[in-house]
Structures are given as C-alpha cells and as structure tokens.
C-alpha cells in the first residue's frame, strides 16, 4: 500500500499542492498519494484521529495552521515562535504514532524573496496581521530587518504579533492602512492579504519604483498590488512561487524527517515543481 498524503484547508478546490507534490513525487521515483479534503478547524481533531496508518503527512493551509498547532505533539522552532503550522508528520504507529508539526512558511518567504534577488532588509511592512503575517514576521528577521510595520485594517487584533517581533528580535509598529504615508519608507512590503482584494495602501512611486514586493496571494494573479509594483518597475516575487518553495521544504520533511535535508536530485525536482506550475527558475510566470 502506498503512503498517503494530502493538503487540508477550507476552501481547497483552488490549491496548487497536490500537482507541486505529484510532480516531485513522480520525479523523486516515490509511490506516494497526495490528494485534497475540504477541512474546517473545527474538524480537524475528528478528521486527523481517523486517518489509518497509511497516512504519512499533511499540508495545512487556511483556516488549519492554528488548530493544527494546537494539535502536533511536538514541533519544530519556526512552528513554536510563530504559532502556525502548516505540516503534520505522522511518526509510529498505534499507541506510539505522534504527530511532529512544522512551519515552513518562514523558509517559503525568504527562498521566494531570495529568487528574485532580495536576500536582506532594514525596514519592512507587512499588510494583514492574521497567521501569515507572523512567519512574514519572522522572515522578515531572517532577512536582517530591525524593524517591521504591520498595517491592518484593525490594529488591535494583532497585538500579538508584537510580542512575537520581541522574540524575534525586532521592533515592531502596527498601524492603521491608512497611515502609511506617515511612514518612513520600505524596502520590502510582505503582503499576507487574501487573495482578490484591492489594495488597501497606495504608496507613492518612489516606493513602487525601489522597494520589493512579495504578494503570498497567488489566485488571481497578478494582483492588484502586484500590477502597481510591475508597473513602477519594483522587484515582485508572488504567492506561487513562495507556495512551491515551501512545497519543497515540506517534502524535504515528508522523505527525510528533516526541513534541513536536501533531496536527492533537488535542484530537478525544485525546476519540475515550477514548471508545474506555470513559473521559471526566478519564481516569475513563465512567458
């Protein structure tokens, strides 16, 4: 019987994964499934305790990365700082099987920023202030950031994200959309909104024409930030390309028991990954 797999999430008609997964698993020579269930959090406790033996991991995706926090035995230091994890590896078996979970949106960020030549930043916004926003936060430490401004519709809903800027290193400021222009300005703007909304900030074309810009959203694409940024000439890595990067790390983690571990063969199967899903070596759509 072949090992099971599969991304949960509400909704997940759209979701890229189980081709970015199949595509690596063919290219790997691995007889894995990897499918999609439609998933709430609500769910997620009943739905996981009656997956069979069979079942080697999970993708999570929205609104799963803190219900599945909350139910990992152990995890890994990217899911215990950011509160989120987006992958479940089951380990034994009967009274001994457990449940390690992951983040790998940290390492998706910073390798779809690294693609297209950002590999450091001083001051960063991130728009959106829900679990997304805090592995953007913590990428954004990664990259070298002193400081983050976060800019939400309701500023006070993320005061968490402060404390978690603490552990990180990082002095953080949250704010209101609309005092952007008060704001000193970015080198890089991290966008965690979903994907189809209008573009809650408008900044100035010096900032389009300077600064990066990394969209997580990818359906539709471009969107509409995207566009501004393409426009002005920025630097724009988006959503899929971010989705693919951290595809590898989960698949790193799915074969090897390790996020650190390179694959046999990666830099194929990274290029295979891509390809799959309409993008070049640079993360960008390919033409």
């Known amino acids: 019987m072949s090992d099971h797999l599969a991304v949960f999430g509400s909704p997940i ?11 690596a698993y063919r290219i790997l020579g691995l007889d894995w499934e990897y499918g999609s269930r439609d998933v709430v959090a609500s769910d997620l406790p009943g739905t996981v305790s009656g997956l069979g033996e069979e079942w080697r991991g999970l993708s999570l995706t929205m609104p ?4 599945a926090w909350e139910l990992a035995d ?10 989120a994890v987006n992958t479940l590896r089951f380990t034994g078996s009967g009274d001994d099987r457990t449940l390690f979970g992951y983040n790998t949106d940290v390492a998706g960020i910073t390798r779809a920023l690294a693609a297209v030549g950002v590999t450091e930043a001083t001051h960063v916004h991130i728009l959106g202030g829900g679990a997304t926003a ?13 400081s983050v401004t976060i800019l939400a519709r309701s500023p006070g809903k993320s ?9 990180a290193g990082l002095a953080v400021d949250i704010a ?7 704001l000193p300005a970015p080198e890089l703007v991290i966008s965690t909104l979903p994907g189809g909304s209008p573009a809650p900030v408008a900044y100035p074309a010096s900032v389009l024409a300077t600064s990066a810009l990394l969209d997580v959203a990818y359906d539709p694409w471009p969107s509409d930030l995207a566009t501004r940024w393409t426009d002005a000439g920025g630097p724009v890595a988006n959503g899929l390309s971010m989705l693919v990067h951290q595809a590898l790390i989960q698949i790193r983690i799915f074969a090897t028991n390790d996020p650190h571990t390179p694959l046999e063969g990666e830099d194929a199967v990274l290029a295979a990954m ?11 759509p390919a033409v």
């Open 74 to 83: 152990s995890r890994d230091a990217m899911a215990e700082l950011t509160g």
């Open 134 to 146: 805090a592995s953007a936060l913590v990428a954004a430490a990664e990259l070298g950031a002193l």
């Open 64 to 67: 799963l990365k803190s219900a």
């Open 159 to 167: 005061s968490a994200l402060t404390d978690l800027g603490h552990l």
């Open 274 to 284: 891509q390809a799959s899903v309409g993008l070049d070596d640079s993360g960008q």
């Open 176 to 182: 209101h959309f609309d005092r952007v222009h008060n």
């Open 13 to 23: 008609a759209h979701s890229k994964s189980p081709v970015l997964h199949r595509t």
